[in-house]
C-alpha cells in the first residue's frame, strides 16, 4: 500500500477552504497535515475550524516543514511560480492552481526546477479529473458524434469589487486567466490537438484595466474551430457544446461540477430540433478536487502518468500568450 502523502496548504484563499481542503479530507491518499496565512492567528482559527494539526505564520515555514511531502499552492497568481519554485526546492511536489505562470517563458522556469528537484508540479484543472469529461474525450475519441468539427463555450460571471484579487491586473487578474484557461484547456483535452491559429477580441475595465470581456476562435490542426467567450462581468453561466457530423454533445455543468448531485451531459443526433431525440447522460456523485488530488497522489507513486503534466500547462500558456497577442493587434496569430 502506498504512502499516505502529508499535504500543505499555502495562504487561507477560500478556495482551499471551501472547496479543496474539504475534498481532500475525504481522500484517503492523503492527510492535510499543515496550513499557512500571513497571520499566524488566521492560520491558527482555520487550522482549529477545519481539524488541521499545524499552523504557520509564513509561507516560508510551512515550505521548510520536513514532513510536508506535497504543497497545493493557490495563491494569487503572481505568487504561483515563486513560491512554487521555492516549494521544489524544499523537495516538495506541488499541486498549483491555475493559472501556474502569467506567461509560457515564466512557466519554463518552473520546468527547469522540477527536473532539478525531481519533483512533480500540477496545475489544478481539476476538470481534467472529472468522469464527465473523460466520458466526453472518449465519445470524441469513438467518433460518437460523428467527427467533430465545431466547439462553443462560454464562462462568466459577475464580480466588479476593485479589492477582489481577480480583478487586479497587476497581479494577474482578468477573466482569461481566472475562467478563460478552462475553455482552452477542455478543448485541447479533447480533441488533442493543439490550435494553429488563433482570433481574439478583449474588452477591459476602464478604471481596473483587467479584461471583463473576451471573445476567442481557435483553429486546431484537424480543422475544428473553437469559438468561447468569458467574463467577469455578466450573469454567471458556463456551457460547453462540441458538434459533429452526425450529433452533438452538451456538457450541463462543465467547470463549476457540484459533489452533491449527478452531473449530466446530453448527446443528440439532431434529428429533432424539439430535443425527442436527445439522450442524458449522468454520472454518480463525486468532487472532482477529490479525484484531482488521488490521481496526482498516484502520478507522485509513479502508479499513473498525471492527467495534467507540466508541458501540457506551458502549452495551455503559449494560447493564452497568443490570445493576448491577437487581441492586442487585431490580427491572426499562428502557434
Same mark, same amino acid.
Given at each position: 500500500?502506498?504512502?499516505?502523502?502529508?499535504?500543505?496548504?499555502?495562504?487561507? +484563499?477560500?478556495?482551499?477552504?471551501?472547496?479543496?481542503?474539504?475534498?481532500?479530507?475525504?481522500?484517503?491518499?492523503?492527510?492535510?497535515?499543515?496550513?499557512?496565512?500571513?497571520?499566524?492567528?488566521?492560520?491558527?482559527?482555520?487550522?482549529?475550524?477545519?481539524?488541521?494539526?499545524?499552523? *504557520?505564520?509564513?509561507?516560508? @515555514?510551512?515550505?521548510?516543514? /520536513?514532513?510536508?511531502? =506535497? &504543497?497545493?499552492?493557490?495563491?494569487?497568481?503572481?505568487?504561483? =511560480?515563486?513560491?512554487? &519554485?521555492?516549494?521544489?526546492?524544499?523537495?516538495?511536489? #506541488?499541486?498549483?492552481?491555475?493559472?501556474?505562470?502569467?506567461? +509560457?517563458?515564466?512557466?519554463?522556469?518552473?520546468? +527547469?526546477?522540477?527536473?532539478?528537484?525531481?519533483?512533480?508540479?500540477?496545475?489544478?484543472?481539476?476538470?481534467?479529473?472529472?468522469?464527465?469529461?473523460?466520458? #466526453?474525450?472518449?465519445?470524441?475519441?469513438?467518433?460518437?458524434?460523428? $467527427?467533430?468539427?465545431?466547439? @462553443?463555450?462560454?464562462?462568466?460571471?459577475?464580480?466588479?469589487?476593485?479589492?477582489?484579487?481577480?480583478?487586479?491586473?497587476?497581479?494577474?487578474?482578468?477573466?482569461? *486567466?481566472?475562467?478563460?484557461?478552462?475553455?482552452?484547456?477542455?478543448?485541447?483535452? #479533447?480533441?488533442?490537438?493543439? /490550435?494553429?491559429?488563433?482570433?481574439?477580441?478583449?474588452?477591459?475595465?476602464?478604471?481596473?484595466?483587467?479584461?471583463?470581456?473576451?471573445?476567442?476562435?481557435?483553429?486546431?490542426?484537424?480543422?475544428?474551430?473553437?469559438?468561447?467567450?468569458?467574463?467577469?462581468?455578466?450573469?454567471?453561466?458556463?456551457?460547453?457544446?462540441?458538434?459533429?457530423?452526425?450529433?452533438?454533445?452538451? =456538457?450541463?455543468?462543465?467547470?463549476?461540477?457540484?459533489?452533491?448531485?449527478?452531473?449530466?451531459?446530453?448527446?443528440?443526433?439532431?434529428?429533432?430540433?424539439?430535443?425527442?431525440?436527445?439522450?442524458?447522460?449522468?454520472?454518480?456523485?463525486?468532487?472532482?478536487?477529490?479525484?484531482?488530488?488521488?490521481?496526482?497522489?498516484?502520478?507522485?507513486?509513479?502508479?499513473?502518468?498525471?492527467?495534467?503534466?507540466?508541458?501540457?500547462?506551458?502549452?495551455?500558456? $503559449?494560447?493564452?500568450?497568443?490570445?493576448?497577442?491577437?487581441?492586442?493587434?487585431?490580427?491572426?496569430?499562428?502557434?
Amino acid at each position: 500500500m502506498s504512502k499516505v502523502l502529508n499535504w500543505g496548504i499555502l495562504s487561507s +484563499a477560500k478556495i482551499a477552504r471551501v472547496h479543496v481542503i474539504p475534498a481532500l479530507q475525504k481522500s484517503t491518499s492523503l492527510k492535510v497535515a499543515a496550513i499557512a496565512s500571513r497571520s499566524e492567528g488566521a492560520a491558527q482559527e482555520i487550522a482549529k475550524s477545519l481539524n488541521i494539526s499545524s499552523a *504557520y505564520g509564513s509561507y516560508e @515555514q510551512l515550505i521548510g516543514d /520536513p514532513n510536508i511531502d =506535497v &504543497i497545493y499552492n493557490p495563491l494569487p497568481n503572481h505568487l504561483h =511560480v515563486p513560491l512554487t &519554485i521555492a516549494a521544489l526546492q524544499a523537495g516538495k511536489h #506541488v499541486l498549483c492552481e491555475k493559472p501556474l505562470a502569467l506567461t +509560457a517563458s515564466e512557466a519554463q522556469q518552473l520546468l +527547469a526546477a522540477s527536473q532539478q528537484s525531481g519533483k512533480l508540479v500540477e496545475e489544478a484543472f481539476m476538470v481534467r479529473s472529472n468522469p464527465q469529461w473523460q466520458w #466526453v474525450r472518449e465519445q470524441i475519441n469513438n467518433q460518437r458524434i460523428g $467527427k467533430l468539427c465545431a466547439i @462553443q463555450g462560454a464562462f462568466s460571471y459577475f464580480n466588479n469589487d476593485a479589492n477582489n484579487i481577480r480583478n487586479q491586473a497587476d497581479i494577474g487578474g482578468g477573466g482569461i *486567466y481566472d475562467i478563460g484557461c478552462y475553455l482552452i484547456n477542455t478543448s485541447r483535452f #479533447v480533441t488533442g490537438e493543439e /490550435p494553429c491559429r488563433i482570433a481574439a477580441v478583449i474588452d477591459r475595465d476602464p478604471d481596473m484595466k483587467t479584461d471583463r470581456l473576451a471573445s476567442a476562435i481557435m483553429v486546431f490542426p484537424s480543422g475544428v474551430q473553437m469559438t468561447w467567450l468569458c467574463s467577469t462581468q455578466l450573469a454567471a453561466y458556463q456551457r460547453v457544446s462540441l458538434l459533429g457530423s452526425t450529433g452533438r454533445i452538451e =456538457v450541463q455543468i462543465p467547470f463549476n461540477a457540484p459533489n452533491d448531485s449527478e452531473n449530466l451531459v446530453s448527446i443528440d443526433d439532431g434529428s429533432d430540433l424539439s430535443g425527442a431525440s436527445l439522450q442524458r447522460q449522468s454520472f454518480p456523485v463525486s468532487d472532482q478536487y477529490q479525484l484531482q488530488a488521488d490521481n496526482f497522489c498516484a502520478a507522485i507513486h509513479g502508479e499513473r502518468p498525471q492527467l495534467n503534466p507540466l508541458d501540457d500547462s506551458i502549452a495551455n500558456l $503559449k494560447v493564452i500568450d497568443a490570445i493576448f497577442s491577437a487581441a492586442k493587434t487585431g490580427q491572426w496569430v499562428e502557434l
